[in-house]
């Protein structure tokens, strides 16, 4: 297959990426003239897909850290960075806002570009990190030492062709690939058509060691990528298995299709609104939708959260016999969080079985019979059990029995969540949910087949 239009329509223009190096060298020589004059002993370095160019079309975002020396003490390097990368901020008319990582750190925007100014230290090798960020500049460093010509168009396919499929992202939300995974793929691999002929034969446990440091044994992850400028890290460890399974099938999908230049672009969706609530109607299945407020909080907080409240959740209901067919989660990521249930059965007959003791053990069941009653006890297989009246047996009572005061403790929810929960929480139609997010939950395998 030709890649060069595709390439045409994902790589940064000329006009991108002068602007791009006008911002960065602006804001890299502004930092390092302010470490001089304030005579504080820092390099300043540019990091990231854009000083590997392998940045994406309207995706180069400037990451410019600043490496203290390794003896510099913890909160020296905090205060020096803040401060550097404030005056930054004031310099170029950008609004601080402040992430942490290891350690604070600043996220601003200057002249249309997405900017992290982050504090590290000057390490040479893995053995010397001090805080997770460190690996960054040897990253970069790593990666454009080991490409050869051309391969950086090779990562660009390879992350659009991820991000076209749902696995790209190593953030929480997504749980994806991230970029540097991409590119040691490219490395090892050789090329974007290599790597996906590759993946069709990953089995769980893969193994890719650059370096051949022979570390892999200590990791127990779907795909076990050794970092190269550090022995005891996998790449590959922020990756969720369900997505490296998506990679895997997209792959074969591809490899076999007609439609292969389909697959670098955004996926072609009927959002009907009268066509997508037909299709619920026709599956027959009972649906409970609820709305809450979510609190202020960082997106890689907030979305491991709500993804425990909604299997919190859907295990309570089937714990009480509810069947649930599926569940799954939404976020505008300002104000809503929703969670869909959609019901094999959300409605249960009055009674219920409670199994006791088997009746080999004679004191548990004399306690059983003392507490139920001797006439209301029988077996069933080789337990001693008794029927009696359920609590619940509609699952929106139950569900409204839990996110209460009293009662929100019968499940797990996440602990920043729980008050909204109690205080907001509402049952909604189901017409009143993003139509994106019911495409999803309606035909979850569509990203990774054209």
């Keep these: 297959m030709d890649y060069e239009a595709i390439l045409k329509d994902i790589k940064p223009t000329e006009d991108e990426k002068n602007h791009i190096d006008e911002v960065s060298s602006s804001i890299m020589n502004f930092l390092q003239d302010m470490c001089g004059s304030n005579d504080i002993d820092a390099q300043v370095n ?39 990368a404030h005056a930054c901020c004031d310099e170029f008319d950008g609004i601080p806002e402040h992430h942490f990582a290891s350690h604070p750190y600043v996220t601003t925007h200057i002249k249309g570009c997405e900017v992290d100014i982050v504090p590290c230290y000057a390490i040479e090798d893995g053995s010397q990190l001090k805080s997770a960020v460190d690996r960054t500049i040897l990253h970069t460093r790593y990666v454009k030492e080991k ?14 062709f991820m991000a076209m499929t749902g696995t790209y992202g190593s953030e929480f939300k997504v749980g994806g690939f991230a970029g540097y995974l991409c590119e040691l793929l490219i490395i090892h691999y050789g090329n974007f058509e290599n790597t996906l002929k590759a993946a069709i034969n990953w089995k769980f446990g893969e193994i890719i060691d650059l370096e051949e440091y022979g570390t892999s044994g200590q990791f127990n992850d ?46 072609k969706r009927n959002l009907n609104k009268d066509d997508i609530l037909n299709e619920f109607k026709s599956r027959n299945s009972d649906l409970i939708a609820l709305r809450f407020d ?21 295990r309570k209901l089937n714990d009480e016999e509810f069947n ?49 009653g001797r006439q209301n006890c029988y077996v069933q297989g080789d337990f001693l059990v008794h029927s009696q009246k359920r609590e619940f047996n509609n699952a929106v009572d139950l569900i409204s029995h839990i996110f209460t005061k009293e009662n929100i403790g019968l499940i797990k929810v996440g602990k920043n969540l729980k008050k909204n ?27 990774i087949v054209r």
């Excluded at 998506?246 to 591809?254: D, H, K, V």
């Excluded at 505008?332 to 019901?343: P, R």
């Excluded at 189901?430 to 495409?439: G, R, Y």
Aim: charged share 30%; glycine share 4%; net charge negative.
């Design 147 to 160: 490409l050869n010509e051309g391969q950086d168009d090779e990562i660009l396919l390879l992350k659009r």
């Design 46 to 84: 540019l990091v990231g897909s854009v000083a590997k160019n392998t940045a994406l079309k309207g995706k180069s975002d400037i990451d410019i850290f600043i490496a203290f020396p390794l003896d510099t003490d913890k909160k020296d390097l905090k205060d020096y960075g803040l401060k550097l």
């Design 222 to 267: 779907p795909l076990i990528v050794i970092d190269p400028t550090d022995e005891n890290r996998n790449v590959g460890a922020a990756l969720r298995l369900d997505k490296m399974a998506e990679f895997i099938q997209s792959a074969r999908n591809y490899i076999s299709s007609d439609n292969k230049e389909d697959y670098f672009y955004p996926l």
């Design 421 to 447: 929960l109690i205080n907001t929480y509402e049952f909604i139609d189901v017409e009143d949910i993003d139509l994106e997010f019911l495409d999803d939950f309606l035909n979850p395998g569509q990203y």
């Design 324 to 372: 649930v067919f599926k569940a799954d989660y939404w976020s505008d990521e300002i104000i809503n969080g929703v969670i869909l249930l959609e019901m094999a059965s959300s409605k249960l007959n009055d009674i219920t079985v409670n199994v006791g003791p088997k009746v080999f053990i004679n004191n548990a069941c004399e306690n059983f019979v003392k507490k139920y």
């Design 294 to 314: 979510i609190p202020d909080m960082p997106l890689d907080t907030l979305h491991p959260q709500l993804k425990k409240t909604c299997e919190a959740l859907e």
